[in-house]
């Protein structure tokens, strides 16, 4: 591999490929988004992910070479080993689909599959937040609440390719029922989604005024982002709604640090990484703490992500790296 220069990472979402020329040191030095297409069916998608790589390989030009090999972040659950994806919602025909072996006999480079939470937890360790630690663990506030977790530099995916469900940590089984089934799950609370629901749920009651002017007078148009604004504007209702939150993250991420002990906690999604986090993060960072035992809560530092969404891009190129060692 001594006269390689660079890798292949790719994020394959259900709207988006996303596909980054990656060199040894994490950093993206060319890429290039498509449309998925996943509605012209699995054939289709993975011709795109094979034509968009050879693409990125043809723009890198003669004096890069060829990569050294691909990773592939993919939603799941799938299996890393075999490469198998085993089913996603948003990738209709792909139920037990060999994707990382197709993609390897096309282009005749080392492939390799990994759920794309874990691989963007593995980018904010190689090349973001987690930079010079070996043990993290992230969380990706979005539509629900992903999670990856690193022990000793290595990314943790337990027997059967499933851990690093930190979204479905029950932590009220009394709540809302979830996707997953149980109730009271984490994402339950603390997804983008169930914050905008919560705040749409108070503001149909009564209150939230700024919200809801914020909203254009329509409790169906308010967003996690549109309560974060009202939160700065010094909206009571909205700021209600984010305490609940950070309680909520509170119990989650003090458990995930007593289990783990890690040296950091990286938040990822819109909200976390927005200018004005700091705001946000003491009342989380004040609950999350409180939750822990002392001794961990010492060591552990909670951040926000660096890498947005080139997290998973890069993660899946570094994981690919780090098998090819």
């Given at each position: 591999m001594a006269?390689?220069?660079?890798?292949?990472?790719?994020?394959?979402g259900g709207t988006?490929?996303?596909?980054?020329?990656v060199d040894?040191?994490?950093?993206?030095?060319r890429?290039?988004?498509?449309p998925?297409?996943?509605?012209?069916?699995?054939d289709?998608?993975m011709?795109?992910?094979?034509?968009?790589?050879?693409q990125l390989?043809?723009?890198q030009?003669s004096?890069?070479?060829?990569?050294?090999?691909?990773?592939?972040?993919?939603?799941?659950?799938?299996?890393?080993?075999?490469?198998?994806?085993?089913e996603?919602?948003n990738?209709?025909?792909?139920?037990?689909?060999?994707l990382a072996?197709?993609v390897?006999k096309a282009?005749g480079l080392?492939?390799?599959l990994?759920?794309?939470?874990?691989?963007?937890?593995?980018?904010e360790?190689w090349?973001?937040a987690?930079?010079?630690?070996?043990n993290?663990?992230?969380l990706t506030?979005?539509?629900?609440?992903?999670?990856?977790?690193i022990?000793?530099?290595?990314?943790?995916?337990?027997?059967?390719?499933?851990?690093?469900e930190?979204?479905?940590m029950?932590?009220?089984?009394?709540?809302p029922v979830c996707g997953?089934g149980?109730?009271?799950?984490?994402?339950?609370?603390?997804s983008?989604?169930?914050i905008?629901?919560?705040?749409?749920?108070?503001?149909?009651?009564g209150?939230?005024?700024?919200?809801?002017?914020?909203?254009?007078?329509?409790?169906a148009?308010i967003s996690?982002?549109?309560v974060h604004e009202?939160?700065?504007l010094g909206d009571?209702?909205?700021?209600?709604?984010?305490l609940?939150?950070?309680?909520?993250?509170?119990?989650?991420?003090?458990?995930?640090?007593n289990?783990f002990?890690?040296?950091k906690?990286?938040?990822g999604?819109?909200v976390?990484?927005?200018?004005?986090r700091?705001?946000?993060?003491?009342?989380?960072?004040?609950?999350?703490?409180?939750?822990?035992?002392?001794?961990?809560a010492?060591?552990?530092r909670?951040?926000?992500?660096?890498?947005?969404?080139?997290?998973?891009?890069?993660?899946?190129?570094g994981l690919?790296?780090q098998?090819?060692r």
């Amino acid at each position: 591999m001594a006269d390689k220069k660079y890798l292949i990472g790719v994020d394959l979402g259900g709207t988006n490929i996303t596909f980054a020329a990656v060199d040894f040191r994490g950093r993206i030095t060319r890429k290039l988004k498509i449309p998925t297409q996943a509605s012209r069916g699995r054939d289709a998608v993975m011709k795109r992910i094979i034509d968009g790589i050879r693409q990125l390989v043809l723009e890198q030009g003669s004096r890069a070479g060829r990569p050294a090999g691909v990773g592939i972040g993919s939603p799941g659950p799938l299996n890393s080993r075999t490469g198998v994806i085993y089913e996603t919602p948003n990738l209709p025909g792909f139920r037990d689909t060999a994707l990382a072996a197709p993609v390897h006999k096309a282009l005749g480079l080392p492939v390799y599959l990994e759920n794309d939470a874990n691989a963007a937890a593995f980018g904010e360790l190689w090349a973001g937040a987690g930079r010079r630690v070996e043990n993290l663990v992230m969380l990706t506030l979005g539509t629900g609440v992903g999670g990856g977790i690193i022990l000793g530099g290595r990314l943790y995916s337990g027997v059967d390719d499933t851990a690093g469900e930190l979204g479905h940590m029950v932590i009220d089984p009394t709540g809302p029922v979830c996707g997953c089934g149980q109730k009271g799950c984490l994402e339950q609370f603390a997804s983008a989604t169930a914050i905008a629901r919560r705040a749409r749920q108070a503001v149909e009651k009564g209150g939230g005024s700024r919200l809801l002017k914020l909203a254009a007078g329509d409790p169906a148009n308010i967003s996690a982002k549109l309560v974060h604004e009202a939160f700065f504007l010094g909206d009571a209702l909205a700021r209600k709604v984010w305490l609940d939150t950070c309680r909520y993250l509170g119990i989650g991420i003090g458990n995930y640090i007593n289990i783990f002990n890690p040296q950091k906690v990286v938040l990822g999604g819109g909200v976390m990484t927005s200018g004005r986090r700091k705001a946000l993060f003491e009342p989380l960072k004040k609950e999350a703490l409180a939750r822990a035992f002392s001794r961990p809560a010492r060591t552990a530092r909670i951040v926000a992500a660096e890498l947005g969404d080139e997290a998973g891009v890069i993660g899946a190129a570094g994981l690919a790296l780090q098998k090819l060692r």
